[in-house]
C-alpha cells in the first residue's frame, strides 16, 4: 500500500512554511510506514505554480523545493498503460454527464495503477474516479 500525493497537499505544506522531510513526516506520522510518490503531472502543476510567483526570490524558492521533493520522493510517469486507463475513464464518466479534470484523473489513475491511494486536500475532485480511494493528509 502507498500513498500519491496530490499537488494540493505538497502545496498547502509548502505554503505553511515545510520542508519536504517535515512533510514526509507528517504522513508517515498519519498514514503509517507507507510507499509515498509523485505523479509527473503533479510535478508539472508545482512547475506551473513556481513559474507563477510574483517575484524571483519566490519563484527560486518554490523551484529549490521542487527539486529536493523530486530528489526525495518518487517520481511515476504517465505510461502508456496508464494513458489507456486515463482516456477510458474519462470517456466513461463523460458519457454520464461526468466531468474530471484531465490532471486530477492522471495523478488519480497513476494512483490506481500502482494500487495506491491518494493524499488530497481536493477529495471532491478524486472521488469521481471509480475504484480510487481517497484520503485527506
Do not use: W
Request: net charge neutral; aromatic share 4%.
Amino acid at each position: 500500500m502507498g500513498l500519491i500525493l496530490d499537488s494540493s497537499v505538497v502545496i498547502a505544506a509548502e505554503r505553511r512554511g515545510h520542508t519536504v522531510l517535515q512533510i514526509l513526516e507528517q504522513i508517515k506520522a498519519a498514514h503509517g510506514e507507507i510507499d509515498i510518490g509523485l505523479s509527473v503531472v503533479t510535478i508539472a502543476e508545482l512547475m506551473h505554480g513556481a513559474y507563477r510567483a510574483k517575484d524571483e526570490a519566490r519563484k527560486r524558492r518554490r523551484l529549490a523545493f521542487i527539486d529536493r521533493l523530486c530528489g526525495d520522493v518518487p517520481v511515476h510517469p504517465v505510461t502508456v498503460e496508464i494513458a489507456r486507463r486515463v482516456g477510458r475513464i474519462e470517456g466513461e464518466q463523460a458519457a454520464q454527464g461526468i466531468m474530471i479534470a484531465f490532471e486530477d484523473l492522471a495523478i488519480g489513475v497513476t494512483a490506481l495503477h500502482l494500487g495506491f491511494d491518494v493524499a488530497t486536500i481536493n477529495v471532491r475532485h478524486f472521488q469521481r474516479i471509480p475504484g480510487l480511494k481517497v484520503v485527506s493528509p
